[in-house]
């Protein structure tokens, strides 16, 4: 009996198998195929080691290989794997083999008579000819792809070496997918880490539609928190809260920002801040600070671009507590753009389209049929990624596991780095001091490399002859919160390289015209442009004053007839008399 239901399986195997294989001879024909001689091959251009990337978009040939043959008709089938269905095993299901798409009407069309697959337009004298093929989304195996190259009515191949390519799908993951989580995190001591977005999106990387107008693109501010395993900020799959939409598609944070302060305590330990860039400064680093503990050992981050349709770039939920129970020393993580779900539009430029319903977080389809999307025919291995984080470890602080006490821990010595950091607090309610603004240079602007932090004999604040420079601006007032009366923190200073006199990259918002000068990669990795250095400043009056100012902007109602007046202005007028 047993025997019996393995012969009715096999059968049943060979019979969906041979179903789903449709009759592919040429029209007209009346032979059997001849076995392939090699005079014809199909091949899946730009694959390496037969691993497809899941969506990406492909270009399939046939070709002749000997120089002179001719064929008249082909077909090309896609072939997803068989298995058992998961909710009846009795029942199999074939994997979705993904799109096959004509490159031009005039070449191919869609097959009436197989599913998947394309076929001649015309029966003419032809040497080679190519289609689209758009890979499966992950999960979906093996896909086979099959050719049929008819010489004639009478001789035609099929199958066989030479046309038939089986793919696999590509199981390395991208940086910014989040890896596989610790739940049983069992580090005591607790962890403060220097998180940096540091941008590449630009005209030399990504030029296919990139704007037109220089002033107009720019990164959002960095958002994000340090959280525990039950809070999620945004995830594939999920709808964006009002925040994130916000965020996604106008580079605003403010909502976004209010959304997790809500959750401090409450599942988030530290809000991750950091300022967003513009313009000449798109290249430069923005910083962030952040803390972690046993039961709040991951992070989620985001920055969005402009314009764009709702698109923008981040990691979830990712995991700094390792397998071995020790915090995560350093890693870099290149970006690819999101999808926040909300917005239609293909292109950066594109015009305001309502996503009705509001679709799921996704990835933004980067290889496209669209030509009117940035990443038309994009191949993704040669993708330049928009941006990066580096998360580094800057030091522990011991903790006994029953410890409960809220005093500070000690400091204990972590992976060294290059200035020393701010003051900080330890209380969990409060976001770390925002350090956004300390940049340092780039090596180099054009393919937005990042530089370490700017330390003796890597860069020299002596510009040589041949790198002019400008004089140093006037140093930053010390930036850091205030505590018993003084500020702790960091200050800066900027100057800017000339060219034929004129300061490069500096912002004139009086010039009529914005000359495009150009300044010698030398000079850009071997020039400071940027300084800064730890501070310690009295508290002035004018913060706790603008303090004030930010609480009385509530204005008190004017009754109907009445004159409006300000206090101030009329004490300055006062005054002047």
Known sequence: ????????????????????????????????????????????????????????????????????????SFMISAEGDIKPDP????????????????????????????????????????????????????????????????????????DGVPLTQKVCE???????????????????????????????????????LYPENDWLPRYSDLVGASHNADYILWMPGN????????????ANSSVLESEIREKIGDGVRTLIKGKGHGYHKMFLPTYSFFRADKENHLFSAVVA?????????????????????TWLKERELNLFPWDAGTDSGVSYESPNIVTYPQDSISRVELSSYDKNSPFYEVD???????????????????????EETTEEPPAT??????????????????PEPEPSRYQTQLDSAEDGRESPLVTEGEVVTVAPENCPMSKWQDWSACDG?????????????????????????????HARHHPRKEVSKYCKAHVATFEKEACEDECTNSEEEDDLTVERRVMAPVLPGGKWHSTRRDLKMKNNI
């Open 87 to 158: 909710r009846n095993p009795r029942r199999l299901i074939t994997m979705y083999p993904g799109e096959l798409r004509p490159q031009s009407t005039t070449t191919a069309k869609y097959s009436d008579r197989c599913l998947y697959s394309v076929e001649q337009a015309m029966a003419s004298y032809k040497t080679s000819v190519s289609v689209y093929w758009q890979a499966p989304p992950s999960g979906n195996g093996c896909v086979t792809l099959r050719a049929m190259v008819a010489i004639n009515d009478e001789v035609w191949y099929e």
């Open 305 to 325: 671009f402009t314009p764009s349709p709702d698109w923008f770039l981040g990691v979830t939920r990712f995991e700094l507590c390792q397998a071995d129970n």
């Open 380 to 402: 993704m291995k040669d993708m330049h990624p928009f941006g990066k984080f580096h998360i580094k470890l800057i030091r522990t602080y011991h903790r006994d596991c029953e």
């Open 481 to 509: 919160e205030c505590e018993d009366g003084k500020v702790v923190g960091i200050r800066w200073r900027e100057r800017y390289h000339l060219v034929d006199g004129i300061p490069v990259e500096k912002y004139d918002p």
């Open 413 to 430: 010595d972590a992976p060294a780095t290059s200035e020393e950091e701010p003051a900080e607090t330890s209380e969990e309610a409060k």
């Open 1 to 72: 009996m047993t025997l019996l239901f393995y012969l009715f399986y096999i059968l049943l195997i060979f019979r969906f198998a041979s179903g789903f294989r449709c009759d592919r001879k040429p029209y007209g024909s009346s032979t059997q195929p001849s076995e392939p001689d090699g005079r014809f091959k199909l091949e899946i251009v730009s694959i390496d080691n037969n691993a497809y990337i899941p969506e990406q978009l492909y270009t399939v040939q046939i070709t002749e290989t000997d120089g002179e043959s001719h064929f008249t």
């Open 170 to 208: 590509d199981l390395s993951q991208p940086d910014d997918v989040a890896p596989q989580l610790n739940l049983e995190c069992g580090i005591c001591d607790e962890a403060k880490y220097e998180l940096s977005f540091t941008g590449i999106w630009s005209r030399n990387t990504h030029p296919y």
């Open 239 to 250: 709808l964006a809260s009002e925040g994130f939409r916000d965020l996604a598609e106008h």
